[in-house]
């Protein structure tokens, strides 16, 4: 039976005590919600599974709402922890790019870090599309923030 703590004492037990710096959900096809309440499992495991200051990725597509325990919502917040979305889709009957990006991942060949290429404020935004639209220099994810 899948709950909202199996999944998160199996994770601290393989680290040998210690809850993750990272953990990730990236599983978001329908069967995988099959049923109506593991998707909230599978992203509240991810919650309580990471340590202070720690952050969770979330990946593909929901299907359905959210819903948190209070425990969940409260490690959140306690921890400060960092929640970040991420979306990718294959068409593809064989080669999966959801398998393909975490084996990278694995390997170190892709880091978190080096995906996103470019950190501009909003007020850069015309130059950024102007660099992007002649391809002045290599990016890769361009992110806005205000200010």
């Known amino acids: 039976m899948l709950t909202a703590t199996g ?12 809850a993750s710096d990272i ?3 990236i599983r978001r096809s329908r069967v995988d919600l099959a049923l109506p309440f593991q998707a909230d499992v599978y992203q ?7 340590a202070t200051l720690g952050s969770t990725v ?9 819903h948190l325990s209070e ?21 593809a009957p064989f080669a999966s790019d959801w398998e393909n990006a975490l084996t990278f991942m694995g390997q170190k060949k892709i880091v978190k870090g080096d995906v ?27 992110m806005f923030f205000p200010g």
Not at 13 to 18: D, F, L, T, V, W
Not at 44 to 50: D, K, L, N, P, V
Request: charged share 20%.
């Open 116 to 142: 996103i290429t470019h950190r501009l404020t909003l007020d850069e935004l015309p130059g950024a599309f102007q660099m992007m639209l002649q391809r002045e220099t290599y990016f890769n994810k361009v």
């Open 23 to 25: 953990a990730s959900d």
């Open 44 to 50: 509240e495991q991810c919650i309580r599974a990471t």
């Open 58 to 66: 979330w990946g593909g597509i929901s299907h359905q709402p959210l």
């Open 71 to 91: 425990k969940a919502v409260d490690d959140i917040l306690r921890k400060e922890l960092v929640i970040s979305g991420a979306w990718n889709s294959s068409f």
């Open 7 to 18: 999944g998160m004492q199996a994770v601290v037990k393989r680290a040998g005590g210690h």
